[in-house]
């Protein structure tokens, strides 16, 4: 991931059009016209051989012969043409490009320009775009119809089309742009880039994305956490159904994942999805305008009834909950409404409602203590005018505000056109969402509920897992590098159950027979020892699922019975499937469990995204019933939980009538224990457990199916095609202190906030200011979260714990710049365990792993008084300067040496 030179991008100084053009109906004029007209306050230099002037204004040969290195390029020429183009901007020092030319791809250029770009840092927007416009610097690098209006919305992109409509119909809806980007290709500069970049720009207050496939998921979800716990990210995701998705494939030329898991993706990224461009921008102006939501109850203010049942309707479609409003409002609503109005929510205010009565209602709804956000529509008649009953409202939303440190949101929805135009308008230009239907304004509050679960659920602190439990993966490795040196990709039920019982998942104790004489020997043992039934399924790698082919019997009561069945089940199948290698048989015990719930819990691999894990109701039908849900791991507990919820099925566990409530933690911790799996055995690609019976009294795997295949992940390493990094447990170790004493020091996980109310009570508010630079002793739950939960993929925190009394003893950290070139670091110790050489070790571990990161530089701002610190540093070799910005700190940085 990186933003180097995208600042020459979106805010250039000077631009050249390579391509202009003044031939009618050509995209080189579209382009030249645009970037003449469009105000921009630098120089703009047209690029043609076959010119010496277009329009009046010079035309050069080529980048050699332009006056200066341009900061932005734009490129409209023909194809075979550009990597000569982009050597020369690079030889010319020019550090960003948009190539707006298509057919590159198809003429194999797109490496040759790549090549060409590489050694200069030169970065590339496209090719195949239709450009990228910026209208506060009034930079329209396009050959759009028309200009955006200045605003501060992001708007990006991978359909140039789509660029031309958002901007056609925002421009008629009065929105504005921060600047819209059309990525094309994606050659270079790709969307992770483009949400780091805009996550920082301080133009930009929300971010919309029109997406037809991610190509690098490990870059872009860890740009995207990062943007959207920054500012709102709200996407339109094309290709939801396979037809569509098809045509997504031969329009970009490259492949998308299964869109539940894109689903799953945005959901963990915290990430809002809408379907079309109007919602894209409903949910733009609800979440960028109003401050977020603490609840889901909506009260609504209106002066039709009917208007107010319609939206009550939508509200409850959309999974809203409707406010039920005090004694105490109803009390103060009685004494300033007509004695006709509805008593209720929604509350009816009457139809020749003035703005007096619209001010009074708001204000009474508003300051109920069971209302989380209000809804204000008006219908037009001829007995109040709607502008009225609009300044009303606005008086309301800022008296309000003014009395309120966390103001409730407040959408309007102002009914008719005309005669509610104007309204509209001065609502929207104070800075207020308005909606043109009852249901669009309930659809924006879902927005922001949405948005708002999403954030708090970022946010969760998960439990700690019931119990810690080490598996040896190299013991498990040697059996699936068996079954690889075998030529076999399926591993048998058995081995697959071997996997399951090391991760600490309960399986049911099965037999292989060869022969059916072996099945009653095995199924003796199971009778004789307590009388159980047994079941016999079909051993082969040709047949995946058994139950079709009758490869399943259940309930034999006795070994003859099961010789008889499996002699049977052998001749029916050989006779069905001539080909398939029948290798024997599998026994087992009959597990009886009235009233256990058949549940389904599955790995495969994405083709955008990697391993994805699957949730939800098992069994045979599993097909039919299609209740499941999708996750991308690693997994902790609060996520696991958030997978289940996902399901219909989810509800029946939680028990209903005389049928008691199922073990949902067993049945967390099983998915827990299926992603910490998949991360240290890289070789598996998918596992089928169906199903895992669920009660009262736990879980139990009766079938299990793993599919395997060779990987060139080094032994030791998690699993590099997680979308998300997993938890790099390879960087745990034990340390012993100089004085004997060995502590832990491990990376830091979510469920560590527990620590932190002892460490800030063992810690001097004067250690917490040299360390956070003010004197601060109570953490917020927030903002513990934010140390917590981190994004391995750019930042690291490694934690020394005493395990003996299970408290922590110190923190250090680093967080990268984007590009992953250096890396702020900081570390703090408790007070009473300073002088241990905790601090060091620490430390240590952190410059180690920025070197094994490829990290180039670490560096961190020290207070000049901390002189333990900078001793410190500078005996670990960092070289420290005077801060020349404030001279109270000194400014510290360690050179890395990789490979070490």
């Not at 910026?134 to 200009?147: D, R, W, Y």
């Not at 901007?167 to 994606?186: K, Q, V």
């Not at 869109?259 to 102006?285: C, T």
Request: hydrophobic share 40%; charged share 25%.
């Amino acid at each position: 991931m990186t933003i180097r030179n995208l600042d020459k991008l979106f805010a250039p100084k000077s631009v050249a059009l390579f391509g202009a053009s003044e031939r009618e109906d050509s995209v080189g004029k579209a382009v030249t016209d645009n970037l003449l007209s469009a105000d921009f306050d630098g120089p703009v230099w047209l690029v043609n051989p076959n010119h010496k002037e277009i329009n009046g204004v010079p035309c050069y040969p080529g980048a050699t012969q332009l006056p200066e290195a341009p900061d932005l390029a734009v490129i409209a020429t023909p194809a075979k043409v550009i990597p000569d183009i982009i050597a020369g901007l690079g030889d010319k020092r020019t550090k960003a490009a948009v190539v707006i030319s298509a057919g590159i791809r198809q003429q194999n250029l797109t490496q040759k320009i790549l090549d060409a770009a590489r050694p200069h840092c030169l970065r590339i927007v496209g090719p195949n775009c239709i450009g990228m416009m910026t209208p506060e610097i009034g930079l329209n690098a396009s050959f759009a119809h028309a200009m955006p209006l200045k605003g501060d919305l992001a708007f990006v992109s991978q359909s140039g089309a789509i660029i031309s409509a958002a901007l056609d119909w925002a421009t008629g809806e009065g929105i504005g742009f921060s600047c819209m980007i059309s990525m094309g290709d994606m050659a270079d500069v790709d969307l992770g880039d483009i949400l780091d970049y805009l996550a920082g720009d301080n133009k930009t207050r929300a971010i919309l994305m029109y997406l037809e496939q991610v190509t690098d998921a490990r870059k872009f979800m860890s740009a995207a956490r990062s943007a959207a716990r920054i500012k709102p990210v709200v996407v339109i995701k094309s290709g939801r159904h396979e037809e569509a998705a098809k045509a997504a494939h031969s329009h970009t030329g490259a492949l998308a994942g299964s869109d539940a898991v894109y689903n799953a993706a945005f959901h963990r990224a915290g990430i809002l999805r809408v379907i079309d461009l109007e919602d894209l921008f409903d949910a733009a102006q609800a979440l960028s305008r109003l401050k977020p939501i603490a609840g889901d109850r909506l009260a609504i203010v209106t002066n039709g009834g009917g208007a107010g049942v319609l939206a009550v309707d939508r509200l409850i479609d959309f999974g809203g909950a409707l406010a039920a409003l005090s004694d105490k409002t109803i009390e103060a609503l009685n004494k300033v409404l007509p004695p006709t109005w509805s008593k209720a929510n929604p509350v009816d205010i009457i139809g020749d409602a003035g703005p007096k009565r619209y001010q009074t209602a708001i204000e009474a709804v508003l300051d109920d203590p069971e209302t989380d956000a209000v809804l204000v529509i008006n219908c037009p008649t001829a007995l109040a005018s709607g502008t009225e009953a609009a300044k009303a409202t606005i008086k309301a939303i800022e008296k309000h505000n003014k009395e309120h440190p966390q103001p409730k949101p407040i959408l309007t929805n102002w009914l008719g056109d005309g005669a509610a135009h104007e309204a509209r308008k001065l609502l929207s230009e104070n800075g207020y969402p308005t909606y043109e239907s009852p249901s669009d304004a309930v659809r924006g509050f879902t927005y922001l509920t949405r948005h708002a679960k999403d954030q708090r659920a970022l946010m969760r602190t998960p439990p700690s897992l019931p119990e810690e439990f080490e598996t040896n993966p190299d013991t498990i490795k040697r059996n699936i590098d068996s079954a690889l040196e075998e030529g076999r990709a399926v591993l048998t039920e058995i081995e697959s159950k071997t996997i399951l019982k090391a991760y600490g998942i309960p399986t049911v104790r099965t037999v292989i027979a060869r022969t059916p004489e072996e099945v009653k020997k095995a199924a003796k043992v199971f009778t004789d020892d307590d009388g159980s039934e047994v079941a016999i399924k079909i051993l082969s790698e040709d047949i995946t699922h058994k139950s079709d082919v009758d490869g399943v019997v259940l309930g034999l009561p006795n070994a003859d019975a099961a010789k008889a069945a499996a002699q049977e089940m052998h001749a029916r199948i050989q006779k069905a499937m001539p080909d398939a290698d029948i290798e024997g048989f599998t026994v087992q015990p009959m597990i009886r469990r009235p009233g256990a719930h058949e549940l389904i819990i599955g790995v495969s691999e994405d083709i955008t995204f990697g391993p994805v894990i699957m949730f939800g109701e098992g069994g045979t039908a599993v097909e039919v019933i299609k209740d499941t849900a999708m996750a991308l791991p690693p997994l902790d507990m609060k996520l696991a939980y958030d997978l289940m919820d996902e399901t219909r099925v989810y509800k029946l566990l939680q028990g209903y009538r005389d049928r008691p409530a199922a073990d949902t933690d067993a049945i967390a911790l099983t998915l827990v224990r299926v992603s910490q799996m998949i991360a240290e055995l890289p070789e598996i690609r998918e596992l089928d457990i169906n199903p895992l019976l669920a009660d009262e009294n736990g879980v139990i795997a009766l079938d299990a199916r793993i599919v395997v295949k060779e990987t060139d992940v080094e032994p030791g390493k998690l699993n590099s095609r997680f979308a998300i990094r997993p938890y790099p447990k390879q960087w745990e170790k034990d340390e012993t202190l100089p004085d004997g004493k060995t502590i832990l020091i491990r990376p830091i996980r979510p469920e560590d906030e527990r620590f932190y109310d002892t460490f800030m009570e063992k810690t001097r508010p004067d250690d917490i200011r040299l360390r956070l630079f003010a004197p601060m002793r109570d953490l917020s739950h927030e903002f513990i979260a934010r140390l917590t939960q981190i994004d391995y993929a750019r930042a690291m925190a490694f934690i020394a714990i005493d395990t003996e009394i299970d408290e922590m003893l110190g923190v250090s950290r680093l967080a990268s710049d984007p590009d992953y070139i250096r890396a702020e670091f900081a570390v703090i110790t408790r007070s009473d365990m300073k002088g241990r050489g905790i601090g060091w070790a620490l430390m240590r571990q952190l410059i180690h792993y920025a070197e094994a990161e490829n990290i180039q530089e670490l560096w961190g701002q020290i207070l000049t008084e901390n002189s333990t610190m900078l001793n410190m540093c500078h005996e670990l070799g960092f070289r420290t300067s005077v801060d020349t910005s404030d001279y109270s700190l000194q400014l510290a940085s360690l050179p890395l040496h990789h490979g070490s």
